[in-house]
Nanobody, 126 residues
Framework: QVQLVESGGGLVQPGGSLRLSCAVS????????IAWFRQAPGKEREQVSC????????YYADSVKGRFTISRDNAKKTVSLQMNSLKPEDTAVYYC???????????????????WGQGTQVTVSS
């Protein structure tokens, strides 16, 4: 059974940092693209970052570029999102998702992502 479980969310002050982790099981994450999405109340779900299976190529939304970093630990089967210089507009529920079983290259949007975690809340506020 494919499972993705997010952790690491919480409350942080503007300008602070937070690291999210996504533990995966039931498939080999080396073969599939994995992405982080977020959704704030009243807003569309947004892909913020993606890592492809090939050479670990990474992509970032313009809104987080230079502040967020996606990485993976193949041995631990986890994918992380390091978030620095956080802003109040980063407040959202953050989800990890994978293109398993179909895709190894990142695609924007969520149509190709078939498996999702339940999300972790990130709140940026003073």
């Amino acid at each position: 059974q494919v499972q993705l479980v997010e952790s690491g969310g919480g409350l942080v002050q503007p300008g602070g940092s937070l690291r999210l982790s996504c533990a995966v099981s039931g498939f080999n994450p080396d073969n599939y693209a994995i992405a982080w999405f977020r959704q704030a109340p009243g807003k569309e779900r947004e892909q913020v970052s993606c890592m492809s299976s090939s050479e670990g190529t990474t992509y970032y939304a313009d809104s987080v570029k230079g502040r967020f970093t996606i990485s993976r630990d193949n041995a631990k089967k986890t994918v992380s999102l390091q978030m620095n210089s956080l802003k109040p507009e980063d407040t959202a529920v953050y989800y990890c998702a994978t293109e398993y079983p179909s895709g190894g290259s990142c695609e924007w949007g969520d149509l190709k992502f078939g498996s999702w975690g339940q999300g972790t809340q990130v709140t940026v506020s003073s």
